[in-house]
């Protein structure tokens, strides 16, 4: 080979080394600006992660964070209810026993207001169903013991106190079995007597008997039976009517108006009389449900 030709060849090689650098160094820069525009694109996604979680925390906290404010006019009911059950208990320490019974009587009215009030104004709430409850413990359980106890079970000693505590238990335990079978229970019918009419037995016996001149001495034996046995019908298995499916809207016979106007004179004449006969029929007729059905 001459030496022409070797210079030429190295001219070749010196030429061609610039081109690979260059090669090289356009497939570096374009490798720095692909990873560049990765890492851009991935930081600029972080702060939109970021604020995304930020927002959906903010949204849990605001539902989470209770409601401020209870509603009045319902919860005016229930509070009108729950100050007649403590009166009834107040007169009867004072010896006004008629003044008690009829206490517990105005606090059935006004207990069977507040959620008829509350579903037709739309203010139902968890803080009102709970309010009622306990207010329902004290007009119907605490009030109706004390008061069979101070009229009539003291002089009985262990017997006398302890059926009324039988009697609050078991209004307690019908309270909360009642909460826990909301929306379970069949609208139709209560499991158990229901706490309210129960009071109203027994308030009822001892209005009835005050007005007529009997003294809680005189039926002490009765009593100490009666309030017991109202107090397991509360927590027995005993269905009673709830009448919830009574449509007050629809027409009606005639003569089912001259009966309501003949009950409501009734009740003017002998309201202690015919209020303890009307809720001690209903207390009756779940016990003859069940021996109805037993002789079908």
Same mark, same amino acid.
């Given at each position: 080979?001459?030496?022409?030709?070797?210079?030429m060849?190295?001219?070749?090689?010196?030429?061609?080394?610039?081109?690979?650098?260059n090669?090289n160094t356009?497939n570096?820069?374009?490798?720095?600006?692909?990873?560049?525009?990765?890492?851009s694109?991935?930081?600029d996604?972080?702060?939109?992660?970021?604020?995304?979680?930020s &927002?959906?925390e903010?949204?849990?906290?605001?539902?989470?964070q209770?409601?401020?404010g209870?509603?009045?006019?319902p919860n005016?009911?229930t509070t009108?209810?729950?100050?007649?059950?403590? *009166? =009834?208990?107040?007169?009867?320490m004072? $010896?006004?026993?008629?003044n008690?019974?009829?206490?517990?009587?105005?606090?059935?009215?006004?207990? $069977?207001l507040?959620?008829?009030?509350?579903?037709?104004?739309?203010?139902?709430? @968890?803080f009102?169903a709970?309010y009622?409850?306990?207010?329902?413990?004290v =007009?119907? $359980? %605490?009030?109706?013991?004390l008061? @069979?106890?101070? #009229?009539?079970?003291?002089?009985l000693?262990?017997?006398g106190? %302890?059926?009324?505590? %039988? *009697?609050?238990?078991?209004?307690a335990?019908?309270?909360?079995?009642?909460?826990?079978?909301?929306?379970?229970?069949?609208?139709? *019918?209560?499991?158990?007597?229901p /706490?309210?009419a129960?009071a109203?037995?027994? @308030?009822?016996v001892?209005?009835?008997?005050?007005?007529?001149?009997?003294? $809680?001495?005189?039926?002490?034996? #009765?009593?100490a039976?009666? &309030?017991? %046995?109202?107090?397991?019908? +509360?927590? /027995?298995? &005993?269905?009673?009517r709830?009448?919830?499916?009574?449509?007050?809207?629809?027409?009606v016979?005639?003569v089912?108006?001259l009966i309501?106007?003949?009950?409501?004179?009734?009740?003017?004449?002998?309201?202690?009389?015919?209020? +303890?006969g009307?809720?001690c029929? *209903?207390g009756l #007729?779940?016990?003859?449900g069940?021996?109805?059905?037993?002789l079908r």
């Amino acid at each position: 080979m001459s030496i022409e030709d070797t210079q030429m060849k190295d001219t070749d090689i010196k030429n061609t080394e610039p081109e690979m650098s260059n090669v090289n160094t356009e497939n570096v820069s374009s490798d720095k600006l692909s990873a560049a525009a990765v890492g851009s694109s991935a930081n600029d996604s972080k702060p939109e992660e970021s604020n995304a979680e930020s &927002v959906s925390e903010a949204k849990e906290k605001v539902t989470k964070q209770p409601h401020k404010g209870v509603y009045l006019l319902p919860n005016l009911f229930t509070t009108g209810a729950l100050f007649s059950g403590f *009166y =009834s208990i107040i007169a009867a320490m004072n $010896g006004e026993f008629s003044n008690a019974a009829i206490a517990i009587f105005i606090s059935m009215i006004l207990d $069977g207001l507040d959620g008829r009030v509350a579903r037709l104004t739309r203010t139902q709430s @968890a803080f009102g169903a709970e309010y009622d409850s306990l207010a329902d413990m004290v =007009s119907f $359980g %605490i009030a109706p013991a004390l008061v @069979a106890f101070t #009229w009539s079970l003291a002089p009985l000693g262990k017997v006398g106190w %302890i059926a009324a505590f %039988i *009697y609050a238990v078991g209004a307690a335990l019908r309270l909360a079995r009642f909460n826990t079978m909301l929306g379970v229970e069949e609208k139709r *019918y209560f499991t158990g007597l229901p /706490s309210p009419a129960a009071a109203a037995i027994v @308030a009822g016996v001892i209005w009835a008997a005050t007005e007529k001149g009997l003294s $809680g001495a005189d039926i002490a034996s #009765w009593m100490a039976m009666l &309030v017991p %046995i109202t107090g397991l019908l +509360m927590v /027995s298995n &005993v269905k009673y009517r709830s009448f919830k499916d009574l449509n007050l809207k629809g027409r009606v016979p005639f003569v089912v108006l001259l009966i309501s106007v003949l009950v409501l004179i009734l009740v003017a004449l002998e309201p202690a009389i015919v209020l +303890m006969g009307v809720f001690c029929l *209903y207390g009756l #007729w779940g016990i003859g449900g069940i021996f109805f059905k037993a002789l079908r």
